[in-house]
């Protein structure tokens, strides 16, 4: 009885007397819903989809970053789906996002997909993409390599890739091209220009795009050859990248100089970017950090800004004021760089909240930053997947709980007055 009733309002639509365009959307409205009503009849229904199709992951690496895996933006996010350093530890990254292959970038994504939906992706949000949900979002299982293989448009698990570094560009200098590059320019030149400055050091990938870590070196090799420090690269700077004196150490892998510099008067908040910035992270390099330099206040410059602040009696307000300026050069250093130390040896107090695979808190911070003490390498992202739930259950069974793979009262406390996991 479903499908007539359509196949006759149809037939009475099309024959109303109204705008030819309200007509046209009528009949198609009537279509569909008459084609969705035939499994009612025959019993038989179209599957549902596991993961988001392929188009929804192209769309979304075209958005997020023109579907480049190698970009680095400089602002903290990588990659072609830009996560930034502690989402991509959350669910197992190593290294940097833009430096891992495709087929791992893809991995991670879908993971993340599995553990949190869209929600971690500005880009997939209504006002963008629109992006929709399916049942796997959220799911919490973990996929394998194989599943998100189609993501990228493999039907296969692709071999390992044998890691290589970019090369150092041609040794003989080529003419220079006639045009002064500046920021957002991209040429087949920058990329030769690029390849050159891997010979002092620096780590590019040959983009031939150029953005915060072209800028540097540009600025670095005018510096170190007396070239006005424009970033703007002309012939003089060009011809110094095969003809001048190297740079003074590598983009992002020096430590800034002992004495403190002057105060920039401005007080840095999440966010921020500023040359000022870029000194303040490489001199907590000095502490064991890992900054690249890029100028930008974000998650790892906050963490080492609290760590500094706690050390040194000052009040971790997470901004970057004067007398943390000062800390950095001339006050005790941190505990520990960022992610590496451990917790304190009073037990915390109890949060009340029993985590599980998936979630993320302050408090799981605090816990994994404390599991560090037992030799565990916990980066202190606060979001509990694989490495939190075998720290967990090896607590457990250390100390006699019922390993659940719950963190409960009784593992948190263990954590600081139980027996050390084996």
Known sequence: MVRPLFTVLCMWLERVTVQRWVARVA??????????????????????????????????????????YTINTGTG??????????????????????????REQDYRALYLYRMRGWQPWECARPNFLNLKEDRS??????????????????????????????????????????????FGDCSPYLRKFQLRMNKFGYDFQGT?????????????????????????????????????????????????????????????????????????QLRMNKFGYDFQGTGCYYDETKRAVLDLQRANGIKDSGRL???????????????????????????????????????????LRKFQLRMNKFGYDFQGTGCYYDETKRAVLDLQRANGIKDSGRLGPKTWRAAWKGKPPR
Not at 87 to 94: A, I, L, M, N
Not at 232 to 238: I, V, Y
Not at 345 to 356: E, I, L, M, R
């Open 27 to 68: 009949v198609v409205a009537c279509a569909v819903a008459s084609w969705t009503a035939v499994p009612a009849v025959t019993g038989t229904a179209p599957p549902a989809a596991a993961d988001p199709p392929r188009a929804d992951w192209a769309k979304l690496r075209m958005c997020e970053s023109s579907n480049r």
């Open 137 to 182: 979002a959220r799911s919490k299982i973990k996929p394998t390599y194989a599943e998100a293989a189609y993501i990228g448009g493999s039907s296969v698990k692709p071999s390992r890739p044998k890691p290589s570094r970019p090369g150092t560009g041609p040794a003989t200098m080529p003419k220079w091209p006639g045009v002064v590059y500046a």
């Open 321 to 363: 004021g004067p007398k943390t300026w000062r800390a950095a050069w001339k006050g005790k250093p941190p505990r520990g760089s960022a992610g590496a130390k451990t917790s304190s040896k009073a037990v915390p107090k109890w949060p009340g909240v029993v985590y599980a695979f998936g979630d993320c808190s302050p408090y």
């Open 208 to 280: 031939g795009c150029y953005y915060d870590e072209t800028k540097r070196a540009v600025l670095d090799l005018q510096r170190a050859n007396g070239i006005k420090d424009s970033g703007r690269l002309g012939p003089k700077t060009w011809r110094a990248a095969w003809k001048g004196k190297p740079p003074r150490g590598s983009a992002g892998a020096k430590t800034s100089s002992k004495a403190v510099p002057k105060w920039p008067g401005v007080v840095y908040a999440f966010g921020d970017c500023s040359p000022y910035l870029r000194k303040f």
């Open 77 to 102: 996010y990588y990659g072609a789906y830009q996560f930034d350093l502690p989402t991509w530890r959350s669910v197992g990254g190593k290294g940097y996002p833009h430096q891992a292959s495709p």
